[in-house]
């Protein structure tokens, strides 16, 4: 059996411990895997406090963080990296956007998910419903 990419998520700061990152590298090599580290960071949006605007993040904040989430990559790539492994970092650092809550709004909620699946269990018809 063989896995064509393993994911490992690093965390942007600095919680992420050597022992998983070589774990994973590991498994990519048990599996032939290609590996992937992944990172994220939200950038916070700006916040109403006792209706006034306080600015958030500048452009310099978040360039700051886009330069975190670029260690972590050379982080990762120094530890995880081998002879024959295939790596690949991506790394994000977003805002929310109405996209993102649109999606998150027409996604199932857990109840319908649930219910979802019971009708398709054995032995449970729509008449436990």
């Known amino acids: 059996m063989s896995y ?12 992420t411990r050597e022992a998983c990152v070589h774990l994973a590298a590991g498994l990519a090599d048990k599996f032939n895997a290609t590996l992937i580290g992944l990172t994220a960071r939200r950038i916070p949006p700006p916040i109403v406090a006792n209706g006034m ?12 963080m886009a330069e975190v989430l670029a260690e972590k990559g050379t982080w990762f790539r120094r530890i995880a990296e081998g002879d024959r492994r295939k790596l690949e970092w991506r790394s994000a650092c977003s805002a929310s956007s109405k996209k993102e809550w649109r999606r998150a709004k027409l996604a199932p909620s857990r109840p319908t998910t649930m219910s979802a699946r019971l009708r398709h269990a054995p032995g449970v018809g729509a008449a436990a419903f």
């Not at 064509?4 to 919680?15: I, R």
């Open 4 to 15: 064509a990419v393993l994911m490992v998520y690093v965390e942007p700061d600095d919680g």
């Open 53 to 64: 605007l306080m600015e958030g993040p500048t452009e310099v904040d978040v360039k700051l």
